[in-house]
């Protein structure tokens, strides 16, 4: 029999009204908007492998098998999440597919059993350092398999369990345990009855739960049965409603399991979920996927939703207490559906590999939501550039928050400038902030608009902080000193004597102001501190007030003793004063 896998802006300024877009910094992340885009592709085509995560981030490739000629593979690389690249590492020691790659807590990666080309079930087992790139021939396993489950256990050895031996349809009942200090292997406990391709899982506790699977051909089974590492038994416990194989089992947030999809009793495919309460020893029903699933996988993802993918191109998820799943999408086109391999990155993507180039890697970016209060940045004096002003923008979501490229538009761009950030650099965590530092230039005055745009995994794929600033003239400066006195020009004719008038006074107050912009302050606006000089015709004989108007308002007032004709008035007022200013002394 064939082998399962191959189973068929509203107001406009004086400052000018053209449309512009001032790009800020290269981005981090070559795709950040939510849903499904297409990562770059493996050098080799393959299905029926391995995805290990390292403890660098990177993501190990190993072996599978080649989709043209049909064969098994012996080489592997490395995928780095950080620059969407891939990277070719040594090659394995032996052709391998269907096997299982476990990370050690030392870092190392055990890779064993599975199958060469001539369908050959393999007892041979290797570890790949990452830190070296190379492969070291580990002890063998006493039994060879493939359709395995593979668990690192609590005290760093790997329990390796069922799947079939020579005879493909033939499940094993044996058990073993990996010591990857001794490099050893030890017999473990039986199962209690055969299973291959089954679903295997570490419960809290440190027990190792295994469900499912083919007990004969493609007979599934509902059984599920404990393994204890202290007493190296298996237990049987409560058996799932539906008969499953080739399917997968999570662990969700809050301790329980859940089975989604595979292969049930016809063997057709089942789109049934649900979960198990380890404390209870009770399986409930879950949500109905929309459609079936097999050779199938499930990721949890940061939020603690469950995405669910395989056999068909369309994807959903799981809110774990929803009723129902939602749709996540579809993979893009020539994906491969079956037979492929799923991981969880650790900046919160899935990656999903599988099937032909160019696109045999997919990769899934989580929906979130992100928040930030508009900037206003008030007055700016015309020709002058103002203080910097950080945007904050907040994670308001559940799912980290992916910032591809952050850009200035609209139709007075031009005058706004985004200078520096740390949105792009680093996913941003739920409930995290990121922060993009804006500066306002007017060329003239006037009223100014704009708009950051940064476009991220949100739903409608960008969030946009509005940018206000108005552009003033500059107030006039003081009066310079007065020239050199020109030569006396001739005498005039003697003129008629006129009759003397009334004495009086040939002075008038003088005042001379200067303003000065002052630094905004985290959320208070920026504002004008304006000082003026008054000197007076001559002393008053008493307490005068004195005020220095402009446009009709007082702009400061104070008071002068007697006998004194000079004083200094200072005022801190949101715009600096405009046209000429006047004195009153009352």
Not at 99 to 108: E, F, I, K, N, V
Not at 515 to 531: N, P, W
Request: aromatic share 4%; net charge neutral.
């Amino acid at each position: 029999m064939a082998s399962k896998w191959t189973r068929g802006i509203a107001r406009w300024s004086v400052l000018g009204a053209t449309s512009l877009a001032v790009a800020l910094l290269a981005p981090a992340f070559a795709q950040a908007a939510a849903g499904w885009s297409t990562g770059a592709p493996m050098s080799v085509d393959r299905i029926a492998h391995t995805q290990t995560l390292l403890r660098d981030g990177d993501v190990l490739v190993t072996g599978g098998q080649a989709l043209a000629p049909w064969s098994s593979l012996s080489s592997a690389e490395r995928y780095h999440p950080a620059t969407n690249s891939w990277t070719a590492v040594a090659a394995m020691h032996a052709d391998r597919l269907s096997h299982s790659a476990t990370l050690l807590a030392d870092g190392r990666v055990l890779v064993a059993g599975g199958m060469d080309t001539n369908s050959a079930a393999l007892a041979s087992a290797e570890l790949y350092d990452p830190a070296l790139g190379t492969w070291t021939l580990a002890a063998p396993m006493a039994n060879a398999r493939r359709g395995h489950s593979a668990t690192l256990m609590e005290d760093g050895r790997v329990l390796v369990a069922g799947g079939s031996g020579q005879s493909s349809t033939v499940a094993l009942t044996s058990a073993e345990l990996y010591d990857p200090v001794a490099n050893s292997w030890t017999a473990a406990g039986p199962l209690t009855q055969r299973r291959r391709l089954h679903a295997a899982v570490q419960l809290p506790d440190g027990d190792v739960l295994v469900a499912g699977g083919y007990a004969t051909a493609f007979n599934a089974t509902a059984a599920v049965e404990r393994y204890d590492l202290t007493a190296n038994t298996w237990t049987t416990v409560a058996p799932m409603a539906f008969r499953r194989a080739d399917s997968p089992l999570v662990v969700l947030r809050d301790g329980r399991l859940l089975a989604i999809g595979g292969d049930d009793a016809g063997p057709e495919e089942t789109a049934t979920t649900e979960a198990y309460d380890p404390t209870a020893d009770a399986w409930q029903p879950g949500p109905t996927m929309s459609v079936p699933r097999w050779a199938s996988s499930a990721t949890v993802l940061t939020s603690g939703d469950v995405l669910a993918t395989g056999l068909e191109e369309t994807t959903e998820l799981l809110t774990p207490g929803a009723d129902a799943w939602r749709a996540a999408g579809s993979v893009p086109a020539g994906i491969e559906t079956m037979s492929y391999a799923q991981r969880l990155l650790d900046d919160g993507r899935v990656l999903l590999t599988g099937g032909e180039a160019p696109a045999n890697v997919a990769i899934y970016t989580p929906e979130t939501t992100a928040d930030a209060a508009s900037a206003d940045f008030g007055d700016v004096y015309a020709g002058q550039r103002s203080p910097l002003l950080w945007v904050t923008v907040e994670n308001t979501g559940r799912e980290p928050l992916f910032v591809e490229r952050a850009e200035v538009t609209g139709p007075n761009a031009a005058a706004f400038a985004a200078e520096r950030e740390t949105c792009t650099t680093a996913p941003i965590a739920p409930g995290a902030r990121c922060r993009v530092a804006v500066r306002f230039t007017p060329s003239a005055t006037g009223a100014a608009e704009a708009s950051l745009v940064l476009a991220d995994n949100e739903a409608d794929g960008q969030l946009v902080v509005e940018l206000d600033g108005i552009g003033v003239a500059a107030p006039v400066g003081t009066p310079g000193s007065d020239g050199a006195r020109g030569p006396a020009g001739p005498t005039g004719p003697a003129g008629v004597p006129g009759t003397a008038g009334p004495r009086g006074s040939s002075k008038l107050p003088r005042v001379t102001c200067r303003s000065k912009l002052l630094r905004a302050r985290g959320r208070r606006a920026q504002r004008v501190k304006t000082t003026c000089k008054v000197t007076l015709a001559r002393a008053p004989g008493r307490t005068a007030t004195v005020r220095v108007r402009n446009r009709g308002r007082t702009l400061a007032s104070g008071r002068v003793r007697p006998g004194r004709r000079t004083l200094t008035l200072r005022a801190v007022t949101a715009t600096a004063p405009r046209g000429p200013v006047s004195v009153e002394v009352r």
